[in-house]
Structures are given as structure tokens and as C-alpha cells.
């Protein structure tokens, strides 16, 4: 089992950068991929980027494509989503979430375990 812990988020302005971490915990969570999504009020919850188990394969929504990056330290049981450029329409609030198999998929079913979110509030 994993426990997921999402911290970062904030009230910034458009342009500005702001990292997001998600800590896990379990003695296997090396083992497993991790995504981003995020969910704005009164949307769908929605894929925003996913890492494998390695950190050698990374996928994104198009949205953030060039602008968002994600990556782990294992040895920290940390992953990050450095946000750059960010956009008034990137406000949301951001989950991270884990997957058991394989590199993880774009939906939320294809993950197990969700930390509790973290808002990310940008205005223009």
C-alpha cells in the first residue's frame, strides 16, 4: 500500500513557476508509476502528466506540453511537476496518483492510490 502527500501548491500570478511535490510512502513505492491530475470546480478530474517507476519514460496532457515537466527521486520517495508559464486556466486542484502496473495511464481508473490534493490558484 501507498500514501500519497501533495504540497506546493499556491496563489501566483501568470508567468510564474511553482513546483509541486508528492511524497510517498511504503517501502514500494519505487516500484510504482506516478501521474498528475488535476480537477477544477465543476469539471471532470483530468490527466496532466505521468512518470514510470524509473523515470525514464514521462507522458503529458497537451495542455502543459513544453510548459509542465515531471520527475522522481526514488532515494527521496518524491515526485515533482515543475510548472512553468503557468496560465489562469491552470488553476485546479492537483492530485498525484499510483499505479501498481506498468507506466500508468491518462484516466483515473488506471490508478490505485490518490494523495488529498493540493490547490494551485493563478490569476492573470
Known amino acids: 500500500q501507498v500514501q500519497l502527500v501533495e504540497t506546493g501548491g499556491g496563489l501566483v500570478q501568470a508567468g510564474i513557476s511553482l513546483r509541486l511535490s508528492c511524497a510517498g510512502s511504503?517501502?514500494?513505492?519505487?516500484?510504482?508509476?506516478i501521474a498528475w491530475f488535476r480537477q477544477a470546480p465543476g469539471t471532470e478530474r483530468e490527466f496532466v502528466a505521468k512518470?514510470?517507476?524509473?523515470?525514464?519514460?514521462?507522458g503529458y496532457a497537451d495542455s502543459v506540453q513544453g510548459r509542465f515537466t515531471v520527475s522522481r527521486d526514488n532515494t527521496k520517495q518524491t515526485v515533482y511537476l515543475q510548472m512553468n508559464s503557468l496560465k489562469p486556466e491552470d488553476t485546479a486542484v492537483y492530485y498525484c496518483?499510483?499505479?501498481?502496473?506498468?507506466?500508468?495511464?491518462?484516466?483515473?481508473?488506471?490508478?490505485?492510490?490518490w494523495g488529498q490534493g493540493t490547490q494551485v490558484t493563478v490569476s492573470s
Open positions: 511504503g517501502r514500494t513505492f519505487r516500484s510504482y508509476a
Open positions: 512518470i514510470n517507476w524509473s523515470g525514464s519514460r514521462a
Open positions: 496518483a499510483a499505479a501498481g502496473v506498468g507506466y500508468g495511464g491518462t484516466s483515473t481508473a488506471d490508478y490505485d492510490y
